[in-house]
């Protein structure tokens, strides 16, 4: 996945407000999700140096490292062409093996679980590593020396103080930090403001104004609205989830991962769900379901839909096929009841992108100095130039100009002030949940429209999670 870029955004404001998610993980069994394996029993040698001023993390300066990109919406070049050369000018005797896939588990679990581990992983995509059961089955490298090592290139600060706060949080687990979640996503629904200026639209506040405007473009031969149910069902279900954290608050969302009895069958739920439905059977194209995302995004590129809900990393993924004159934008969901709790300005916006080093590579120093490398704001800057998205790295684009994406995200998150919550984690935590989400989803959306049965369906399943004693248990608080 991908992300933004900014200018005129005071990105200091901008990031703090991603700020404190309160998310600390909770073991409750020690038994692993059955697709990850502890490992091999043998750790192989691994590197370490001298530690020093100038080396805080003991790396060994001549010893190999090799890292492994998803190959996504941000694309791949800013490690070949940034964060590589960056550690490569510090560490020059060492060589950097770089590779990228789009399939995280597929290619990489079984390498870990064989004990031939990368030293540092990008998990991102839809087939990407159940992270919990990574961690407790002792595969993620701890980082809290990472977090406390001197900043690469912030002269008096540590390495987690040049952060977001927030961001540590998010990659914490059992109370320890085993991932940097280095993108900062917004999300919405995207939209060509060309189109919409050209037709007098504007982007709605309200569902009355959503439908309203639904009709008009309807009316205008263009498919209202539309996602990829083939592989991006996830993008429907952080919409649903969404509206419902509106409706009543991120409490909602916070029941949901923590696998309280009724979350899914709450009432905030249920209305999200039934607005949703409705949005789905009459302004959906049916024959979306079979489409991937970049079809559908075509599809958004040529002025044949309109809405399409997704995070920020959009505008990065489809540089190559947006024509001139194509302006991205974003507009917070509109609010569903007169009487949510959060203003409709209230905006889904989150670290996110797991970056971690196996615990078990060959050189998880080096894989921590990568990371510490990364989260400097020379490595900030050039992933937010190359990807049109903004970082966890404080301050690293203020005064850059921006894409018209990042511009408009931007302008969403002042809007936001403080009405900016996380979201769900429920999906990287759980995946039984989470592929159950996405399925029930594309049944609401596409199929039968019926929004207790999503709920009930979901609800069936988190108790089904939460009573299995082979799957640890997290919480959010």
């Known amino acids: ?6 200018s005129e955004l005071d990105r200091r404001s901008l990031l703090r407000r991603a700020g404190a998610v309160g998310l600390a993980a909770i073991p409750a069994v020690s038994m692993l ?10 750790t192989p040698e691994q590197a370490t140096g001298e530690k020093s001023a100038e080396n805080p993390l003991g790396v060994d ?28 000018k510090k560490w020059p005797d060492s060589a950097v093996t770089y590779s990228a896939t789009q399939e995280v588990s597929t290619v990489i679990q079984p390498r870990i679980n064989a004990g031939d581990a990368p030293d540092m992983i990008n998990n991102s995509g839809s087939k990407l590593m159940d992270f919990g059961a990574v961690v407790n089955a002792g595969q993620a490298q701890e980082l809290t020396e990472l977090f406390a090592a001197p900043s690469w290139d912030v002269e008096g600060k540590t390495v987690g103080e040049t952060l977001v706060p927030g961001a540590i949080e998010q990659g914490t687990y059992n109370g320890k930090p085993y991932a940097v979640n280095y993108a900062y996503t917004v999300f919405g629904l995207w939209y060509n403001k060309a189109l919409f200026t050209k037709n007098n639209w504007a982007a709605p506040t309200t569902w009355a104004e959503f439908t309203a405007l639904l009709d008009k473009i309807k009316a205008a031969g263009i498919t ?52 949703w439905a409705g949005i789905g059977k009459t302004y959906l194209d049916k024959s979306f379901l079979g489409l991937k995302h970049t079809e559908v995004q075509l599809r958004q590129n040529q002025d044949k839909l ?11 993924e489809q540089a190559k096929d947006t024509p001139p004159g194509f302006e991205y ?5 509109p609010s569903v009841t007169d009487a949510d709790k959060l203003p409709a300005a209230a905006l889904n916006a989150a670290a996110g992108e797991i970056y971690f080093v196996a615990a078990k590579g060959k050189n998880p120093r080096g894989g921590m100095e990568y990371l510490r490398g990364m989260l400097s704001k020379e490595a900030a800057l050039g992933f937010t130039k190359l990807t049109k998205s903004l970082t966890v790295v404080a301050g690293a684009a203020d005064g850059q100009t921006i894409s018209p994406g990042l511009t408009s995200a931007g302008e969403a998150i002042t809007k936001a002030g403080s009405d900016i919550f996380m979201g769900y984690l429920f999906d990287t935590w759980y995946k039984k949940l989470d592929d159950e ?13 019926d929004a207790k049965k999503f709920c009930d369906r979901m609800e069936a399943a988190a108790q089904a999670v939460a009573a299995d004693s082979s799957i640890t248990k997290f919480n959010r608080s």
Do not use: H
């Not at 996945?1 to 900014?6: F, G, Q, R, S, Y």
């Not at 001549?62 to 590589?84: M, R, S």
């Open 33 to 42: 999700s059955a697709c990850v394996g502890g490992g091999s029993e043998e």
């Open 61 to 88: 300066p001549k010893a190999g490292l090799e890292i492994v990109i998803f190959d996504g919406g941000l694309g791949t070049k800013y490690a070949t062409d940034v964060d590589t050369p960056l550690y490569n």
């Open 437 to 449: 989400s996405r399925i029930a989803a594309n049944d609401l959306m596409f199929k039968d429209y």
């Open 224 to 275: 209202p609205f539309g996602y990829a149910g083939a592989n991006a069902s996830y993008y429907m279900v952080r919409a649903i989830m969404t509206s419902a954290g509106k409706i009543g608050t991120e409490q909602v969302l916070k029941d949901i991962d923590n696998l309280k009895a009724g979350a899914w069958t709450n009432d905030a739920v249920l209305k999200a769900a039934e607005a």
């Open 306 to 316: 309109a809405f399409y809900p997704c995070g920020s990393w959009l505008e990065n």
């Open 1 to 6: 996945m991908a992300d933004i870029t900014n």
């Open 329 to 333: 934008a974003v507009a917070p969901y």
